[in-house]
């Protein structure tokens, strides 16, 4: 294999880490060779920058074993059938299907509250219920909330993920959504709320929502606008996209969408790694992409689009520029 390109320091290079994913598959065989784990530590050594994109690797398939054995099993012969190696298939199995404990220890990095949310969705899952008050609620992929009822108020807590709810001018009284980030007010309103990690995304379709920081001065978001917002700020308005209501059809929208842009996005809906390679990171989409089978998109965007489809392993997932 071929050294490494400079990275960033806090991302690894794609090249490395496609790398360092061969070198995975490889180390999985039941017929790995000394000479081969002797080129593997010679590879790991040359670059510190090898040890980082080992160690995402690794973490990426820890994060693989949530998924049912019988589900990853069907993920292999699906990659039979794509024409890979008997080597290739076979040492999956041993990686995957022996460590089926491992599916259940991942889950202790939720929090108890996230676990034990009264609404809860997994990777790849979107649901809607009818709360007590009439209230419509929408959970997206990978999803945690509680729900209560006080006299006074409907009170929800989001933990992770994304959030619909769409209130009714029968509403009797106001909600309260508590993020990490801050709390959201509202009675009458349409709107959607995303923890994203490091902040939170709030678009407003009907009515309005008033967003109040942990530590700042609220804001009141109309029907029309979207923000960001933190513990201590609150983005200026701009237009609500039309995308952000999608998700509850079951569909991404491009809209001259960047593909690294609607990689990420896609990859909300899988288990696994999917990533694109800077070289076609600016290509352009247009068009709207079911989520109910993420494979199936994968393959029409390489059918449309100068790219290919790179399926190392079962979890390992990357696009790049077609060859000439």
Not at 173 to 201: I, M
Request: aromatic share 8%; net charge neutral; glycine share 4%.
């Amino acid at each position: 294999m071929q050294a490494a390109q400079q990275m960033s320091e806090t991302e690894c290079d794609f090249a490395v880490l496609e790398q360092a994913a061969e070198w995975f598959a490889v180390l999985s065989a039941d017929d790995v060779s000394d000479q081969e784990r002797v080129q593997w530590q010679l590879w790991l050594a040359e670059n510190p920058q090898h040890v980082q994109a080992w160690q995402r690797v690794e973490l990426i398939s820890r994060h693989f074993q949530r998924i049912p054995c019988e589900q990853r099993h069907g993920a292999t012969q699906a990659l039979q059938k794509k024409g890979q190696t008997r080597r290739q298939t076979l040492k999956l199995m041993t990686v995957l299907c022996s460590t089926g404990v491992l599916a259940w220890t991942t889950s202790s990095q939720l929090s108890w509250r996230q676990w034990y949310a009264s609404y809860r969705t997994r990777v790849g899952e979107i649901k809607d219920f009818q709360l007590a008050d009439g209230s419509h609620l929408w959970l997206n992929t990978d999803t945690a909330m509680d729900v209560s009822n006080e006299p006074d108020r409907l009170h929800l807590a989001l933990y992770k993920g994304e959030a619909m709810l769409s209130r009714g001018k029968d509403a009797h009284y106001p909600l309260t959504l508590d993020t990490t980030f801050g709390a959201l007010l509202a009675k009458e309103a349409q709107f959607s709320v995303f923890d994203r990690g490091g902040f939170g995304e709030l678009a407003v379709f009907n009515g309005s929502v008033q967003v109040a920081p942990v530590a700042s001065a609220s804001v009141t978001v109309k029907a029309g606008q979207q923000v960001r917002f933190s513990t201590d700020e609150v983005s200026t308005a701009r237009v609500s996209e039309q995308r952000r209501q999608a998700w509850i059809k079951g569909m991404i929208l491009a809209d001259d969408m960047r593909l690294s842009d609607f990689v990420d996005e896609l990859s909300r809906y899988r288990s696994g790694y999917l990533a694109c390679d800077p070289d076609v990171a600016n290509l352009r989409l247009v068009g709207a992409y079911p989520l109910k089978d993420t494979e199936r998109v994968l393959t029409a965007l390489e059918q449309s689009l100068p790219i290919r489809i790179n399926r190392p392993l079962p979890w390992w997932t990357s696009i790049s520029a077609r060859s000439a």
